[in-house]
Each structure stands twice: as structure tokens, then as C-alpha cells.
């Protein structure tokens, strides 16, 4: 079944930093790559998303990149501000027939932005 | 609407009790899904269901049972709890076809003694 590596687990920035978090994925197949925030005692919320047709999006300070070779999507957040500070989930997800979604998620990264 | 919906919000129980966790979404959406967060775990898919009547189990389906009678509702049993299935439980829902963004309920914080 999938796989899903995330790196770091822990990762501290200045305040207008850039922050990179790395997943890379065993499966092949997958196609679909979201990224998910969790703020503490909250619910996961996306962020982000990318298909395996598109190698990189961008939504404001959030880029997502993915090399379908060397099977690993990466998130990029610029110009960090305190309220980016969470945890930062990646997941990998394949079509399955005509149904089914099912995420494997990464460990997750805890991002600490200091001001 | 209200999206995906949890209760209770926390619950403490005893080894051996059994409960069900309640989850209900009101977007329509067929695929429905239980995760449980452990820290440094990540999210790790208990059950899953594509639509009302079908239901298959995920990476950690152990202890639990899912059932789906309705699009809207997807609760999870739990029949004998254990100190090792103290979590926070996670339902999520999405459309079925294709690659589609899960959306998440707030969360059950599941406590055994």
C-alpha cells in the first residue's frame, strides 16, 4: 500500500521566512496530493491541493510543487507570519475504480513561527 | 450548512464499554471516511464508506465497526474499548469521483481508562 514520508517533524523560522515542508510517496498510482493545517485543538483545514497533471500551484504565500519521477510533492510558504504556526499534514490519495478517496497522510510537521 | 458534524466532543469511558461515536454531513457528499490522530502518528484511516450500504475497512479497522444506512450518517462503533484506542477521532467527508478535498468534523477526544 502507500507510503507517506514527511520532513521535518519539527521546523522554526523568523517571522518573514520561507518555510519548505518534503512528503515523498511510494505508490506510483497516487494522482491526488493535499496539504491539510491543523491548529491546535482544531480540526485539519486544506490548504492546498495539487493533481499529478500539474507539478506546481500557487495560492497567495502557499506554493505546492510535485516531481511525479522522484515521486515527492514539497509546500512552500513565504514571508511566514505567527499565525502560520500549526501543524502541517501532507497526504497522497488515488482513484480507486470509480469511487473511493482514501488519504494517506505523513506525520506531520510542526511549525513554530517566531516573531 | 452545517458540514460535517461530531458528537459527542469528549467522552471518557471504561475498559470494556462499548459506544458510538456520531458523525453527520449535510453536504451531500458519498464518500465518508474515520480517522484517529495519535501524536506523531498522523491521521490513520480506521473505516470508509463510498456511499449508503457500502463500507470497507482502512489501515486500522481493529475494534471498530461502521455502518451506513443514510448518505448523511456514518457512526463508528466501538465494541469493547481499550486503553490503546484512547484518540481523537476524526470523521471526514468528500464527493466520490476523482480526486477530491476531504472536509473534516471537529474532532471526538476519546479517553479509556
Known amino acids: 500500500g502507500e507510503n507517506v514520508e514527511q520532513h521535518p517533524s519539527t521546523l522554526s523560522v523568523q517571522e518573514g521566512d520561507s518555510a519548505v515542508i518534503k512528503c515523498t510517496y511510494s505508490?506510483?498510482?497516487?494522482?491526488?496530493f493535499p496539504w491539510y493545517k491543523q491548529e491546535l485543538g482544531k480540526r485539519p483545514q486544506l490548504i492546498i491541493d495539487?493533481?499529478?497533471?500539474?507539478g506546481e500551484k500557487k495560492d497567495q504565500r502557499i506554493a505546492v510543487t510535485l516531481n511525479k519521477t522522484a515521486k515527492h510533492f514539497s509546500l512552500h510558504i513565504t514571508e511566514t507570519q505567527p499565525e502560520d504556526s500549526a501543524v502541517y499534514f501532507c497526504?497522497?490519495?488515488?482513484?480507486?475504480?470509480?469511487?473511493?478517496?482514501?488519504?494517506?497522510f505523513g506525520a506531520g510537521t510542526i511549525l513554530r513561527v517566531k516573531s | 450548512n452545517a458540514g460535517v458534524t461530531q458528537t459527542p466532543k469528549f467522552q471518557v469511558l471504561k475498559t470494556g464499554q462499548s459506544m458510538t461515536l456520531q458523525c453527520a454531513q449535510d453536504m451531500n457528499h458519498e464518500y465518508m471516511s474515520w480517522y484517529r490522530q495519535d501524536p506523531g502518528m498522523g491521521l490513520r484511516l480506521i473505516h470508509y464508506s463510498v456511499g449508503a450500504g457500502i463500507t470497507d475497512q482502512g489501515e486500522v479497522p481493529n475494534g471498530y465497526n461502521v455502518s451506513r444506512s443514510t448518505t448523511e450518517d456514518f457512526p463508528l462503533r466501538l465494541l469493547s474499548a481499550a486503553p490503546s484506542q484512547t484518540s481523537v477521532y476524526f470523521c471526514a467527508s468528500s464527493y466520490s469521483r476523482g480526486a477530491k478535498a476531504q472536509y473534516f468534523g471537529p474532532g471526538t477526544r476519546l479517553l479509556v481508562l
Open positions: 497526504a497522497a490519495s488515488k482513484r480507486e475504480e470509480e469511487y473511493g478517496n482514501k488519504l494517506v
Open positions: 505508490d506510483s498510482a497516487s494522482n491526488y
Open positions: 495539487i493533481r499529478s497533471n500539474v
